[in-house]
């Protein structure tokens, strides 16, 4: 067994999907036969399209790309409910092989021509392992399983906005063919079919990603210069010599300024690369600012319910929401200030077992206090609770805002709460390899080799993911769980890799247990057991529809 699972990883973590999946929709369609909540417009509105009628129902806000699916699909599944709930099963599936590639793909972007551990002596790349199991681990994520057996845009748009991010690793920005930028732009115009903020994920988040890679191509990058060096540092950026990314664990606040100067200055100074590498993404803007300006508005429909706004919250919010579904993974950096306190024994577990070995960098005085500030700020005069969270005691977001409505002072005490969650969340991403090979591996403020671990993500990175999801979810009053899916998606795809379950160690030939991803495992299955035998099972009744069931989601 443990030879087929590191042998055929992709495979089995395909099949385990499939079987998890088709016995959710199974569940779901035998309990709740009849479109619920959101489904009472989307089934009807695919129904219209699959009958050749485009009426559009003006309470529906996003574009009409799902109904467009099922409509060219109807000869294959029908136009039923069931039918076409399972095309969102169908594409749960597919996000297992489309996130194992995206992994690979960005593993190779590390290792280049590096051979991997394990693979001269035994033929079996072990890495595989890890990304099929963090693929899977992916497609378990609560709020997108939670959805695969109803019919919503959810699943679809992001399959489309992943498939964009994958087709844009494929090649270096520099050299990419016309064909490979058309390819670009086409799978992201699709992408807007389904979510109007995919806009931030499918142009300006690979957009900057490239514009950053082709800036670095050919360059000597500063890693970690003094603060001495900076002036220097600005100068060789407007030469166009070198430009500044740091690695995530050498980073301070210092560092992610002069990471955005030092890329302004590089940008200004070749412009006409810039546009040529940002030439798909601009179109993407290009169309997506005709549509507004034709619409009138973001959104299709109900626009006096979704109109913009500045929601800084949103970006609070965000920290206990991945903290909370990716706990597994934050153990290691929550313990590390205690484990050299912990009996040898249990140090041994803790590090290897949950990666809490790697030096943890502790947020400054200075850092603690502007994100309180800011935080209490933002809460303050920005708190916004929309009708809809209010209205609609099925969502579990309604019960969140009633404990922070609780009590004034909530809403200010959990801030600290946000900023503990900030700090493990990046933490995660700054993680070395556990094991020997990661206690090996000491913390330099030199140039970092980037082949040490193809995730370790860059000053370069946190930037522009930060960036693009402020843009894509500040401008939403409404604070809706499955708004934080690609985010959420991004930042995980990006979490350093770690021993492989089942793999052997090259160190020792010991078989490694990656304690991590199975708890990560463990962790999503029970989360989507607890919130699916709630939804199918604790049903209750409101006196105003005495008799119709009312069932509890995201």
């Not at 790349?125 to 681990?137: E, G, K, M, V």
């Not at 299955?525 to 035998?533: H, R, T």
Request: contains cysteine.
């Amino acid at each position: 067994m443990s030879f087929l699972v590191r042998a055929y990883p992709g495979p089995l973590a395909l099949s385990t999907i499939i079987n998890l999946a088709y016995t959710w929709f199974s569940c779901v369609s035998r309990e709740v036969p009849e479109p619920y909540l959101d489904e009472y417009f989307h089934v009807p509105q695919a129904q219209q399209y699959c009958n050749g009628d485009y009426t559009w129902d003006p309470k529906i806000t996003t574009p009409p790309g799902l109904y467009l699916v099922s409509q060219l699909l109807k000869p294959l599944l029908g136009c039923d409910t069931s039918s076409l709930r399972i095309l969102n099963t169908i594409a749960l599936c597919a996000l297992v092989p489309l996130s194992y590639g995206i992994l690979r793909l960005l593993r190779a972007r590390g290792h280049q021509d590096a051979t991997p551990s394990g693979v001269q002596s035994t033929g079996i790349d072990p890495t595989r392992l890890i990304d099929a199991h963090s693929a899977l681990n992916i497609a378990l994520f609560p709020p997108l399983f939670f959805f695969s057996a109803l019919y919503y845009t959810d699943i679809l748009s992001t399959v489309l906005v992943l498939g964009t991010y994958g087709y844009s690793l494929r090649d270096s920005s520099t050299t990419r063919s016309i064909a490979g930028r058309v390819s670009i732009a086409v799978i992201g115009f699709m992408a807007l079919w389904f979510r109007q903020t995919n806009i931030f994920w499918v142009a300006i988040f690979p957009a900057g990603l490239d514009v950053i890679d082709a800036l670095n191509k050919g360059k000597d990058s500063n890693t970690n210069p003094g603060p001495r060096d900076a002036t220097t540092l600005l100068r060789n950026s407007r030469s166009g010599s070198s430009m500044y990314d740091c690695a995530l664990q050498d980073a301070g606040p210092q560092n992610y300024i002069l990471f955005v100067l030092s890329l302004t200055m590089a940008a200004l100074r070749k412009p006409l690369l810039v546009l040529r590498i940002a030439s798909p993404y601009i179109a993407l803007l290009i169309m997506f600012a005709g549509f507004v300006i034709w619409n009138g508005s973001v959104v299709l429909g109900d626009k006096s319910a979704h109109t913009a706004t500045v929601h800084i919250p949103q970006m609070l919010y965000i920290w206990p929401y991945i903290a909370f579904f990716s706990f597994p993974l934050l153990v290691g950096p929550l313990l590390r200030p205690v484990v050299p306190f912990l009996p040898k024994k249990l140090q041994t577990i803790v590090n290897d077992g949950l990666n809490a070995s790697t030096i943890s960098t502790m947020p400054t005085f200075l850092v603690s206090v502007v994100f309180s500030t800011f935080g209490l700020i933002a809460v303050h005069f920005n708190t916004i609770i929309h009708p809809y969270t209010l209205a609609d005691n099925r969502h579990y977001v309604f019960y969140v805002f009633r404990i922070i409505r609780h009590h004034p002072a909530i809403k200010y005490l959990a801030v600290p709460v946000y900023f503990v969650c900030a700090w493990l969340v990046l933490q995660a991403l700054a993680s070395q390899a556990s094991g020997k090979e990661g206690t090996e591996s000491k913390r330099d403020h030199g140039p970092t080799n980037d082949k040490a671990d193809h995730r370790q993500p860059r000053v370069s990175f946190i930037t522009i993911w930060l960036a693009t999801t402020a843009l894509s979810v500040v401008t939403a009053p409404l604070v809706e769980p499955r708004y934080f899916i690609i985010p959420w998606i991004i930042w995980r795809l990006h979490v350093p890799c770690v021993p492989a379950s089942l793999s052997r160690n090259p160190l020792d030939g010991k078989t490694v247990y990656n304690k991590r991803l199975i708890l990560e495992t463990i962790w999503l299955l029970a989360i989507n057991a607890a919130v699916s035998y709630t939804f199918l099972y604790r049903t209750f009744t409101w006196p105003s529809e005495p008799g119709k069931l009312q069932r509890f989601l995201w």
